[in-house]
Every structure is written in structure tokens, then in C-alpha cells.
């Protein structure tokens, strides 16, 4: 049994559930975050940085506010790091996300033919038990993205050479893919 002194927090209880509630919404946000990731077109790094950014900053800001008996010095600084990346890294990129995607305004839907440089099947744990799901991947925007389709389109998918994009304008300036058709050559 840890006695209650060497429990992160356990001076300030308001600090540490307020800390672990953010942890368990930040790791649900950023399992939403990457399905929404497919549909808008934000470069990687920035993502990336959305993602990691939040962490850095307030770690050295909450550093002096997190007691803990055990971890000291720089151990206590990267638990703390990855804690605030996960919370609230994972807050500001689906924040990013969901804004561009869902506010995007109503306008022009843009209307291309992108080739399709792999063909192959993606495993989705999170969506339906490990099974395949076929997918192909295109250059969007100088930038690799990859689709998956339904289970009943693989041959179609086999006989397809290009993946037929609508998108619009988001709110953030990204693109936002409205729907992906394939294209029979």
C-alpha cells in the first residue's frame, strides 16, 4: 500500500483530479482527433506541434504545483510532460480539428483526380476488432494521406487507379475532405 504522502497530488486533491480527469479526456480527444485527421488536410508537423506544444509549455509552468515523494528532477519532468501532452495536447489538436471541420463555411466544393500510389489493407483496433480494411493512399497537398473503404469495395479498389476528392475550405484554412469516391479506369 502507497502511503498517502507518496501519491502525486495529495497536497492539492483539486490539482491532481482536475490533472487525471484531463488525462482520461485527452486520451479520448486524441483517438477523435486522428479519425478527424483523414478528413482535414493539415500538414503532419503541424498537427504534431498542436499535439506536443501544450505540453511544453505548461510543464515547466505546473512543475513546482505537482508534489510528488517519488519522482524528482528530471523523471518527475517527463512523466509530467507526457501527462500534460496527452491532456492537454490532445485538448488544442482536436480543439484545431474539430474546428476547422465543423465550422467550415459553406462555399465552393473543389472537385480532383489524385492517383492512388498504394493499394493495401489497414487494421483498425479501435473500429471493429482487428479486422482489414481496405485502403489506398494518395498525394494531397504535398502530403501523404491514406483512405479507407468499406470492406465490399476491395475490388473495386483493385481496378482502381485514382481516388476522386471533394473538398472545401475550412474555418482554419485546411482543406476538408467532403466525400472520396473511386475512380474506375
Do not use: C
Not at 467550415?104 to 473500429?127: C, M
Not at 476528392?165 to 466525400?179: A, C, D, M, Y
Request: no cysteine.
Amino acid at each position: 500500500m502507497i502511503p498517502l504522502k507518496d501519491v502525486p497530488f495529495a497536497g492539492k486533491p483539486a490539482l491532481g483530479t482536475l490533472i487525471f480527469i484531463l488525462l482520461w479526456v485527452g486520451i479520448g480527444l486524441i483517438i477523435t482527433a486522428m479519425n478527424l485527421y483523414d478528413d482535414v488536410a493539415m500538414p503532419l508537423y503541424i498537427a504534431l506541434l498542436l499535439w506536443i506544444l501544450p505540453g511544453i509549455i505548461l510543464t515547466p509552468l505546473l512543475f513546482n504545483y505537482v508534489p510528488s515523494q517519488k519522482l524528482k528532477g528530471f523523471s518527475k519532468a517527463l512523466v509530467l510532460l507526457a501527462a500534460n501532452i496527452i491532456a492537454f495536447g490532445s485538448i488544442v489538436l482536436y480543439g484545431a480539428l474539430a474546428l476547422d471541420f465543423y465550422s467550415a463555411p459553406d462555399g465552393p466544393v473543389a472537385t480532383g483526380n489524385f492517383l492512388i500510389i498504394d493499394k493495401g489493407y489497414t487494421s483498425r483496433y479501435l473500429q471493429g476488432g482487428g479486422e482489414k480494411i481496405p485502403s489506398a493512399s494518395i498525394i494531397y497537398k504535398n502530403q501523404l494521406k491514406n483512405f479507407d473503404f468499406p470492406s465490399e469495395t476491395m475490388t473495386i479498389l483493385n481496378h482502381s487507379k485514382n481516388i476522386r476528392l471533394q473538398t472545401r475550405p475550412g474555418f482554419l484554412g485546411f482543406e476538408v475532405i467532403k466525400s472520396k469516391q473511386l475512380v474506375k479506369q
